[in-house]
């Protein structure tokens, strides 16, 4: 058997200590896989832990643990965009690869950190940072090779999906379940990234470079939160045959003039109720693609937690074993590029702005219980080009107001804007508008 493979954590919380748990668990499952030795050499930790092997160095300076000769792959589990970046840098620059389930890192940063893994010919392995358990990166990469991608559609933050599931299931409103997500360590004490979709963002913006061979483009994914999402509409949206869901949606669109544009947006969206991503519950998290010529394929699993983080990270270190094994290990054609398609062929194909999108509507509209007022909303909508799919007209209810719900066929966003400017300022509307966006995930 080869010389064993050297690895260090950087970080010794649920994921890391999740990490040393598996491999002394399955050590002899990974021999047969890999035909080395895997052992755990140095960890990175602030603290030192009376419960780790007293085989394995533990150093407070990360920074050296991340240059030791003693290393072959970095696993870098501490989280943050700062130090995280600079302790990568430093780990790349001195010969290692690198395993990490940092998505945020490499969704605002994964361009820099990718080129410098390149002109010192090492890799950097994500595995875990999209999806947990899912091994979705690895299926973007390798198993859809082949195809070209038309639309992805993912439920990609555990948190905001539990609290959607809960509303729709046990109808309490949204900030009674998010303190029960909170207590359950669902959640965290500032659920921001969660709630408001920053976290999912993150992860479309890595699915998407896969999917479409583009630069990692953070910045300009549309993001929108479910903190404005009440049991009104979570109610009626099933009454209508549909769920509501927070999901990441990136989607290649071709205009009249044969352009090709990418949409990048995660906000709440009414789904079927009988899609398999519309019966995704809970903590659980769910990527459906389609691609050309395979169709749609949906991969489900456990989207956090240390067993599942810790399988995806093993995964990345598994793959790079058995690169560091061949006997040209230092020629780079043994990795698959970082983001699926070779550094030099990723395209500069625009993302769309907001405006330019296209979906289905779902509009609550509330007005007085006048003559006419339905006929001057769906003349407004007619005007704008807008086709109405459905009409739901509630009883009239607090002195006289009619919730009136409208479903409408996709739309272009700009389209919608203007229409609903029209309609609240017709005398007989009461307040604002309330929409979310619509997908029948055709």
Known sequence: ?????????????????????????????????S?????????????????????????????AVAASDNVDIVIEVIGGTTFAKDIIMHAIKHGKHVVTANKALLAEHGNEIFALAEANNVHVAY????????????????????????WLAGIINGTGNFIMSEMRDTGRPFADVLKEAQDLGYAEA?????????????????????????????????????????LQDVNYAEELGYRIKHVGFAVRRTNDKGEEGIELRVHPTLIPQDALL??????????????????????????????ATASAVMADVMDLVRVLGTDNSSQHGHHVPHLSFLPKQLSDTPILRAEQMITGYYLRV????????LADITRILSDAGINIDAILQKPAHKAGQVPIIILTLPVVESQMNLAIEKIEKLDAITDKVVRIRLDELA
Do not use: W
């Open 35 to 63: 035909g080395r030795d895997i052992i755990i050499t140095e960890v990175g930790t602030r603290r030192q832990r009376d419960d780790i092997d007293a085989s394995i160095i533990q150093n407070d300076d990360l920074m």
């Open 190 to 230: 500032d659920p921001t990234f969660d709630v408001e979709g920053i976290d999912a963002a993150h992860k479309l913006a890595l699915l998407a470079s896969i999917a479409f061979g583009i630069p990692l483009q953070f910045d300009k994914v549309y993001c929108e939160g479910i903190t404005a999402i009440t």
């Open 1 to 33: 058997m080869s010389k064993p493979i050297k690895l260090a954590i950087l970080g010794l919380g649920t994921v890391g200590t999740g990490v040393i748990n598996l491999i002394n668990d399955n050590l002899d499952e990974l021999k047969r896989r």
């Open 366 to 373: 509330h007005a007085y219980d006048n003559p006419g007022v």
């Open 278 to 307: 519309a019966n995704v519950n809970g903590v659980k998290n769910a990527v459906l693609v389609n691609s050309h010529p395979l169709g749609q394929t949906l991969y489900y699993g456990d989207g956090a937690g240390a067993g």
């Open 127 to 150: 595995e875990a940072a999209v999806a947990g358990g899912i091994p979705i990166i690895k299926v973007m990469r390798e198993a859809l090779a082949a195809n070209k991608v038309d």
